[in-house]
Every structure is written in structure tokens, then in C-alpha cells.
């Protein structure tokens, strides 16, 4: 470095310009190979999610919305736009088992984003699986591990709405027992899903109904 | 000194005498941050070194062409492209262990002893020295990330590599995996390295001084 103490200007500018150069090469060529990967991971993890969440389910289909009502989505639409999107889910003889809603809402440390699948026929909630969570390790993460908890959304009535009550004193099928010790973050995903409810049932209850007519 | 001597010196350094956390205390934040677990250790330890080894050998083999004005920001464009690689290969072929590191490996960037390493020994050392040192501090951290993160998930989850030690019985010490546990279990390994460092320099003080009676 001692033989370059007197760099020109042009130099200096010239080394920049080079490992910028170099930089952004690499970094584009990473991207683009990583790319169709990572997409590939985020969807795989949401389809298997669905199939979690919706108990006896084989296939799957996304609905977005379009000017308030749900249509099927097309393949060759571009990318699925997440926010507005549900999946139905259907078993080995193509009837309808429930639909896969994601939803998303603020918890103790970070947004949660969750995914719960609903059963039009009985108008329960079957399952829940939290996607993305930045809850505290040990506390709050509890609703990603906790099996109690994740046991009662298997048969949860959403009428009127999902009720969130102290430990061990849930006795309708709308309630569910907040875990201590991360009290905040399980009211947090019972919110959330309630707010999912208010948006998409109706939705939801009118596309079970119309596949079942034929 | 002969040149492998040399080279040995200079890798072996970066595991005890200059060891980056429990010595140089440098890296602290993912050394706290990301250890609530041995896996998770392990795997910010193999992105730094990652990292810490391609810039190293870039850096070292440009070295008589960066003009010293413009180094820091040569050195801090190689490293931030090489976080970069790493942040998006981990999310393409490990995105379990990406989700769990999450912000931590784009924070690498600012990891002072990667950028110390550049400035103290990379840039001026020829390109087996610098690999050399590269491998050391970088294996030198991920030791210690692993030994706090292991320390941390056997008392706060009472598990090691994810493998349960103790059965059912076992109430987890919650907070050691929590962020007062890092605090906790770096300064208790802080006191035993400084101790064993201390102990170790007075035996040799005294074989020292030994020796001059006897001559």
C-alpha cells in the first residue's frame, strides 16, 4: 500500500468504480440465482402449512379478490397477491374440506402473520399455524410450540366471535385458553384471527356454497 | 521465524491469546444477540466466517492496488457484497436456519472484527498469512459462539443441537435463553478466560525467572 501514497483523483475514483462494478456483478448474478429458490421455499412453506391446518385435505387452489367478491385464481396471473388471497382445500375426491385464510396483525414484539384453516360446513376453525413471529424466545414464541394451545383451534366456533380467557377457564367452543407467561402474544393471535373472520367468512361461506350445488 | 512457523502463529492466535470475543471483545452483539441455542451459534459462526475469509483473501491479494484514501470504503464494499451472498444463499438453501438468524446475518456488515481484520493484518500481509489469520479469528468466534450458545440452550432449554438432556423433569431456566442470559453466560466466561489467561502468564513468569537462577 506504502508504493501508492500519492494517488490521483482519477485513481481513486477508478478503484471505486472497479470493486462497484465487480460488487454489483456478483450481487445481481446471486440474486437472480437465488432468486426462483427463495420464492419456491416461501411457497412450498405455505402450501404445506394449508395441508397442516386443514386436516385431510390433498389439493389446493388460491382465490384472490377481485371488486368484493372471491374468483380462482390464474396461474398465469403474474405473482399471487398474498394479502388478498385464501386457499380452498380439497381431499382425494375433489369436495371441499375448508379454506386455508392467512392473516396478519401486530403481536408483542413484531407483526404476526398466521395461517388457520376454516371449515365452511361447520363453521369451525380446524387449525392454526403461526408462519412468522418475532416473539420472545421461551415467552411469547409459546404460541408457535405450546400444543394446548394449538390444540384448541382444532374445533373453534367463530360465532359470534373467538373469545380469549384465562388459563384453563374455557368452557364454550368459542373460547380459548390464553397461555401464561405469553398472555399479550396469544390474545394477539386470537385478534388476529378474528379480524380474518370479519373479512373473509362471508366470502369464504359464499364460494362453499356454490361448489356445493353441482 | 521460519514461514510455517509463521503461518502457524498467526492462524493459531485467532482460537486463544487474540481470541475475537473472550479476548479482543470484538463481535459482541451477534455474540449475544443470536446464542440463545448451539445451532444457532454454529450457523452465525459459519456465515462470519464465510465473510470474514473471502473478504480476507480479497482484500490481501489487492493490497498493493487499493490506494490507501479509498481503502475503508474498498474493504467495506468487498465485505457487504459477501454478507449479501451469504444472506441470499442461506435463504435459498437453509430457510429454517435464515428464519431463526433473521436480521443478524445482514448485520454482519457492521461486525467490527471483520473490518478490524481487513485494516490490522489482511491488508498488509501476503495471501497465506491472511488466510491463515482469516481461519483463526474466524473459527476462534464461531468456538465461542457455539460455547455461549451451548451453555445457554443446555440451562434455558435444558437441550443441546436441538437433542432434549434431561427428559420431562426438567424445569428450563427460561432466562438464560432470554437476553439477560447472554449477558449472564459471556461475563462468567469472560472471568474464566481471564483467570486461566492470568494463572497461565504467571507460570511462565515464574519457569522464567527459574531459569535465570539456575543459569
Given amino acids: 500500500m506504502a508504493s501508492i501514497k500519492r494517488a490521483g483523483p482519477f485513481r481513486l475514483i477508478a478503484t471505486l468504480g472497479i470493486a462497484g462494478f465487480f460488487s454489483g456483478l456478483v450481487l445481481v448474478t446471486v440474486f437472480l440465482a437465488t432468486q426462483p429458490l427463495i420464492l419456491r421455499n416461501q411457497a412450498e412453506a405455505l402450501e404445506a402449512a394449508i395441508y397442516r391446518v386443514l386436516p385431510g385435505s390433498k389439493k389446493q387452489k ?6 368484493d367478491t372471491l374468483v380462482p385464481f390464474k396461474e398465469d396471473g403474474g405473482r399471487l397477491p398474498l394479502e388478498d388471497a385464501v386457499f380452498g382445500a ?7 374440506v375448508g379454506f386455508g385464510i392467512p392473516a396478519e396483525g401486530p403481536g408483542f414484539q413484531d407483526t404476526i402473520k398466521l395461517i388457520y384453516g376454516y371449515d365452511v360446513e361447520s363453521e369451525n376453525i380446524v387449525g392454526m399455524e403461526v408462519l412468522e413471529s418475532k416473539e ?5 414464541d409459546k404460541i408457535i410450540k405450546d400444543q394446548d394451545f394449538l390444540d384448541s383451534f382444532k374445533a373453534l366456533s367463530v360465532e359470534p366471535e373467538v373469545l380469549a380467557v384465562k388459563p384453563g377457564t374455557s368452557q364454550n367452543s368459542n373460547e380459548v385458553d390464553t397461555i401464561s407467561g405469553a398472555t399479550i402474544s396469544s390474545k394477539a393471535v386470537i385478534k388476529i384471527i378474528n379480524e380474518g373472520n370479519r373479512r373473509w367468512i362471508d366470502l369464504v361461506s359464499q364460494i362453499g356454497e356454490s361448489e356445493e350445488k353441482p | 521465524m521460519d514461514s510455517e512457523g509463521r503461518l502457524r502463529k498467526e492462524t493459531m492466535k485467532g482460537f486463544w491469546q487474540e481470541n475475537p470475543v473472550f479476548v479482543q471483545l470484538l463481535g459482541l452483539c451477534p455474540a449475544l444477540a443470536v446464542t440463545n441455542s448451539a445451532i444457532n451459534g454454529l450457523a452465525m459462526g459459519g456465515a462470519t466466517t464465510f465473510v470474514l475469509l473471502g473478504s480476507s483473501i480479497l482484500v490481501s491479494l489487492f493490497r498493493n492496488l487499493i ?3 479509498v481503502r475503508i470504503t474498498t474493504f467495506i464494499i468487498t465485505i457487504a457484497t459477501f454478507v449479501t451472498v451469504a444472506d441470499l444463499s442461506l435463504q435459498a438453501l437453509f430457510p429454517a436456519i435464515h428464519k431463526e438468524l433473521g436480521a443478524f446475518i445482514a448485520l454482519i456488515v457492521v461486525n467490527c472484527l471483520i473490518l478490524g481484520r481487513q485494516e490490522a493484518f489482511a491488508s498488509r500481509n501476503p495471501f497465506r498469512l491472511a488466510v491463515g489469520d482469516a481461519v483463526g ?3 476462534g468466534f464461531t468456538m465461542a459462539l457455539v460455547l455461549v450458545g451451548g451453555i445457554r440452550e443446555i440451562l434455558g432449554s435444558g437441550s443441546l443441537f436441538g437433542v432434549s438432556l434431561f427428559g420431562d423433569a426438567f424445569e428450563p431456566w427460561v ?4 437476553p439477560p442470559g447472554g449477558f449472564l453466560t459471556l461475563g462468567v466466561l469472560l472471568i474464566i478466560f481471564a483467570q486461566v489467561q492470568k494463572s497461565r502468564s504467571q507460570r511462565q513468569a515464574h519457569i522464567k525467572s527459574k531459569g535465570l537462577e539456575a543459569a
Avoid at chain 1, 90 to 96: A, C, S, T, V
Avoid at chain 1, 136 to 140: S, Y
Fill in chain 2, 137 to 139: 479469528m474466524a473459527l
Fill in chain 1, 62 to 67: 388460491a382465490f384472490v379478490l377481485e371488486e
Fill in chain 2, 175 to 178: 432466562i438464560m435463553i432470554l
Fill in chain 1, 90 to 96: 380439497y381431499d382425494d375426491n375433489g369436495q371441499l
Fill in chain 2, 67 to 69: 490506494p490507501k484514501q
Fill in chain 1, 136 to 140: 420472545t424466545p421461551g415467552l411469547g
